[in-house]
């Protein structure tokens, strides 16, 4: 198939499996109705309820330096030994718009909570982004001992980056200021953006990251 056809049957269709609702695994989550991810998510939950560890790969629509994500637990050094990766993003499921899929992982027990690992491994179309998810995964499975094989440090120092807000607009006719590359850094008080008189600063000296790539998004969902 032509790759714009490729890219509408693997892409999401109508839920960002990243935005689940809290209360997936409720009745009123239920039915045919349900949009299609939500369905396939109900279906693998019980699947997600079994594990110990898990790796969720993503790949973005910008070009954004690859990162790992820590999920419950904070980084594993042991465990991201050999993935050629610096950057790292810390308590991103604190602040981010609904549940990612790794927050049904586990049975929730307090034994049981699982050891989750996510990447952003690099663009869409780019293979290095699948080489690089490809290292990962062949990597994890050697520092847990699930198949032959050790690994070597491909990191000497990680960059952390401390999730601790997200900005999102109000409604649709908020406008960012100017474009904002990730990881750049801004100032205490600089005004993020703007619609009618009304204003978004920055609250403290931080960093940004995942800004939209325009600068009047049409989905303030996500």
């Known amino acids: ?30 039915g045919m109705s349900q949009p ?18 898990g790796l ?28 050629p990766i610096t950057k790292v993003l810390t308590e991103i499921h604190t602040v981010q718009i609904g549940s990612p899929v790794y927050g049904f992982f586990g ?7 699982p050891i989750v690992l996510e990447i952003e491994a690099g663009t869409h179309q780019d293979t290095k982004s699948f080489e690089r998810a490809s290292v990962c995964a062949e990597a994890l499975l050697k520092n847990l001992g699930m198949i032959a094989g050790s690994t070597d440090a491909a990191v000497s120092q990680y960059e952390i980056y401390e999730m601790f807000d997200t900005i999102v607009f109000p ?8 474009y904002f590359q990730d990881f ?8 993020i953006a703007r619609s009618r008189g009304n ?3 920055a609250a403290t000296k931080c960093h940004t990251v995942f800004a939209s790539q325009k ?6 969902a996500e």
């Open 1 to 30: 198939l032509p790759a714009s056809e490729r890219k509408e049957q693997y892409r999401y269709l109508e839920k960002n499996m990243n935005r689940l609702p809290h209360n997936l695994l409720d009745e009123k989550c239920s």
């Open 36 to 53: 299609v991810e939500i369905r396939r998510a109900r279906e693998l939950a019980p699947i997600w309820a079994q594990f110990t560890h």
């Open 56 to 83: 969720d790969i993503h790949s973005t629509k910008g070009d954004i330096a690859p990162m790992i994500i820590t999920g419950l637990g904070g980084l594993r050094p042991d465990l991201v030994r050999g993935f």
């Open 107 to 113: 049975s929730k027990s307090a034994a049981d909570v």
């Open 171 to 178: 409604n649709t006719t908020y406008e960012l200021t100017r």
């Open 184 to 191: 750049e850094e801004v100032r205490e008080g600089e005004t």
């Open 199 to 201: 204003v978004i600063v």
């Open 215 to 220: 600068l009047r998004p049409t989905d303030v």
